[in-house]
């Protein structure tokens, strides 16, 4: 069983940026990220192929977000710029030990515990 384990997250101003950090036990061929905000569903914020290092993002992220990883590691980042408050959420890392639909939640095999992001105005 992989252990993921979620790092970076804080309190930060509008605009300001993150970096998330995500360490797996063992290697996975696929690793992404999601948020999920009070009352909503978690949502898909951005993902990475271990192999094609194709890498894919949500509309809402894109161009303020870069995913970035470490094959020796077993570690993937989330580069969080020009961060705005709807991005307030509980980040989670999950991984994958196949190349799954990188969009759905229940295709991943491995979630960490999450890390709080909020960013106030």
């Known amino acids: 069983q992989v252990q993921l384990v979620e790092s970076g997250g804080g309190l930060v101003q509008a605009g300001g940026s993150l970096r998330l950090s995500c360490v797996a036990s063992g290697r996975t061929l696929t690793m992404g990220w999601f948020r999920q905000a009070p009352g909503k569903e978690r949502e898909f914020v951005s993902a990475?192929?271990?192999?094609?290092?194709?890498?894919y993002y949500a509309d809402a992220v894109k161009g303020r977000f870069t995913i970035s990883r470490d094959n020796a590691k077993n570690t993937v980042y989330l580069q969080m710029n020009s961060l705005k408050p709807e991005d307030t959420a509980v980040y989670y890392c999950a991984g994958a030990g196949r190349y799954i639909w990188y969009l759905e939640v229940k295709g991943y095999d491995y979630w960490g515990q999450g890390t709080q992001v909020t960013v106030s105005s």
């Open positions: 990475i192929r271990w192999t094609s290092s194709s890498t």
